[in-house]
């Protein structure tokens, strides 16, 4: 399926009494090494035609959506991506860490005025809204602006505002990863941005892993594939309030 995703959802929602719509998605949720990072993009009765050639990340080149960021970043209202690093998801857990990325990607976009009506997640599965006191206890100074949340199944593929997320959080979280290679040359992170590809699991095998490799979870010590729910082996503990991963420069 290579269609274009549609803004349906997106005007029901705002014809419905929404004045801003949300969408989100997330991107490294399956990695060995590196940050889970989650965009948005917010959409009001003003935003206009969606960007030439806006697909899913996952079905466009590096090229394509490299070229796409700019074009979503006009189209849309407002965007932002927000990352936890690798000790956080050790910490709690990779849902709460989508959490604590989700919160600080809205964060971004509440200190410039954009706070959304309602934000529409990819998939089935609400992963954004902490449960009661979540957040105070994990980072006193993240603010919670956690709004009603709405799931769409393949909403990556259908939900034009989701895509342009999925876009911008993988272009972000790629060039982190591109980034730290830098400091692990043998893990190719590069090419294989974290993920079990032979070349990691190889170094893996070999060097073991770094400070940015996911430790709590059962890395893989031969060629199978770690699954996206890997279970830590180790009971999480609270993670300290501290500073958000960003890519190095940026």
């Known amino acids: 399926m290579n269609r274009p995703p549609t803004r349906q959802l997106e005007r029901e929602l705002l014809d419905s009494g929404h004045g801003l719509v949300a969408g989100m998605d997330e991107v490294g949720r399956g990695a060995l090494a590196g940050p889970v990072s989650v ?3 917010l959409v009001d009765a003003s935003t206009g035609r969606l960007p030439r050639g806006l697909r899913d990340s996952k079905l466009l080149t590096a090229p394509a959506r490299e070229a796409l960021c700019e074009p979503v970043r006009r189209w849309s209202v407002g965007s932002a991506v927000g ?11 990779i849902i709460t860490a989508l959490r604590l990325a989700g919160t600080r990607a809205l964060a971004t ?12 997640l990819d998939g089935i599965h609400d992963w954004l809204t902490p449960p009661d006191d979540l957040f105070g206890a994990l980072d ?12 769409q199944v393949k909403g990556d593929l259908r939900c034009a505002v989701i895509a342009g997320a999925s876009v911008l959080a993988k272009c972000e979280r790629d060039g982190i990863m591109v980034d730290l290679a830098e400091q692990h040359r043998a893990y190719g992170w590069e090419a294989n941005k974290g993920y079990s590809a032979p070349g990691h699991l190889a170094a893996l095998r070999e060097l073991g892993p770094t400070e ?3 430790r709590t979870w059962r890395l893989p010590t031969g060629g ?10 180790t009971t999480p503990v609270p993670v300290p309030a501290g500073a958000v991963l960003a890519r190095p420069g940026a």
């Open 39 to 41: 965009g948005v993009c």
């Open 83 to 93: 990352h936890a690093g690798p000790d956080e998801i050790d910490a709690v857990g």
């Open 212 to 214: 940015l490799h996911r």
């Open 224 to 233: 199978e594939a770690a699954p996206e729910d890997a279970v830590p082996e």
């Open 140 to 151: 006193p100074g993240l603010p919670v602006l956690v709004p009603p949340v709405r799931t």
């Open 109 to 120: 976009l509440a200190a410039q005025g954009l706070v959304p009506d309602i934000v529409v």
